[in-house]
């Protein structure tokens, strides 16, 4: 947490001396406030509580939870291959997540919180739902645990998945060589996930080497910087609004099927 956040002030602050887009920071985003409840919401709540739960689970499973299910994570390798383990993990969890908010239209509702922006800056990041930050803190802390992950990688994995999340959604100018758009998230593949166009924010779901694999990336083209936005914004404005939309949906969903 106290990585991302420091992450977080410094992208915010070198936004404002090279932006990708002039004129779009935190300071001048009007939906600053509800961006900054929604990481509280997952910070302080979702998160943790998902990562209880998954512990639980682990112990459930596990018994004295002293085992892992899979004993062969490489304890013996350096702790940054042992990271670089851990975070293609924790991606390729994450990347059939996210996958799967763009393809159910009850999860979608969730994920929409994150999508109905039309300005990219770095607190986007954070703008997650408190059920997706749950949900997400469950499944992944569950499968990494389950592994046997070690605390220190662990906890660098995640550390090192937030910058990365906070750099890709960042207003900040980056210029990479071809390459690295095939090994890490940037600004402009995420940029595009991001897009108005369906076709296009289906793509680029996480880490590049996933999306290569199965079938989703979509490489940046130059000088080429999409609309970003959803086609027909439906969430509220409102942080309570936002809080409450996938709950509305769902209860629509379920009186027009009744009806």
């Given at each position: 947490m106290l990585a991302s956040i420091a992450s977080i002030a410094v992208i915010a602050a070198l936004e404002r001396v090279w932006p990708r887009h002039d004129g779009v920071d935190v300071f001048s985003d009007p939906q600053t406030p509800s961006d900054l409840a929604h990481a509280a919401l997952v910070t302080f709540f979702g998160g943790p509580l998902g990562g209880l739960v998954a512990s639980a689970l682990l112990v459930l499973v596990l018994g004295d939870g002293n085992v892992a299910v899979v004993p062969w994570w490489p304890e013996g390798w350096p702790v940054a291959a042992q990271v670089l383990g851990a975070w293609?993990?924790?991606?390729?969890?994450?990347?059939?997540?996210?996958?799967?908010?763009?393809?159910?239209?009850?999860?979608?509702?969730?994920?929409?919180?994150?999508?109905?922006?039309?300005?990219?800056?770095?607190?986007?990041?954070?703008?997650?739902?408190?059920?997706?930050?749950?949900?997400?803190?469950?499944?992944?802390?569950?499968?990494?645990?389950?592994?046997?992950?070690?605390?220190?990688?662990?906890?660098?994995?995640?550390?090192?998945?937030c910058f990365l999340n906070n750099l890709s959604h960042s207003n900040l100018d980056q210029r990479f060589w071809k390459p690295i758009h095939w090994l890490v998230p940037t600004v402009?593949?995420?940029?595009?996930?991001?897009?108005?166009?369906?076709?296009?924010?289906?793509?680029?779901?996480?880490?590049?080497?996933?999306?290569?694999?199965?079938?989703?990336?979509?490489?940046?083209?130059?000088?080429?910087?999409?609309?970003?936005?959803?086609?027909?914004?439906?969430?509220?404005?409102?942080?309570?609004?936002?809080?409450?939309?996938?709950?509305?949906?769902?209860?629509?969903?379920?009186?027009?099927?009744?009806?």
């Open positions: 293609l993990v924790y991606g390729f969890c994450d990347y059939w997540m996210h996958r799967t908010y763009h393809s159910v239209d009850a999860l979608w509702w969730v994920h929409a919180v994150h999508h109905e922006v039309e300005r990219m800056h770095v607190l986007k990041a954070t703008r997650v739902h408190v059920i997706e930050g749950f949900v997400n803190a469950v499944l992944i802390g569950s499968v990494l645990l389950l592994l046997g992950v070690p605390k220190a990688a662990l906890v660098l994995a995640v550390a090192l998945t402009e593949l995420h940029n595009i996930h991001h897009a108005v166009e369906r076709s296009q924010h289906d793509t680029n779901l996480g880490i590049p080497l996933f999306d290569l694999a199965f079938g989703t990336y979509t490489a940046p083209t130059a000088g080429v910087r999409p609309e970003i936005g959803v086609a027909n914004p439906r969430v509220p404005t409102t942080i309570k609004g936002q809080i409450a939309f996938p709950v509305r949906q769902w209860r629509e969903s379920v009186l027009q099927r009744a009806g």
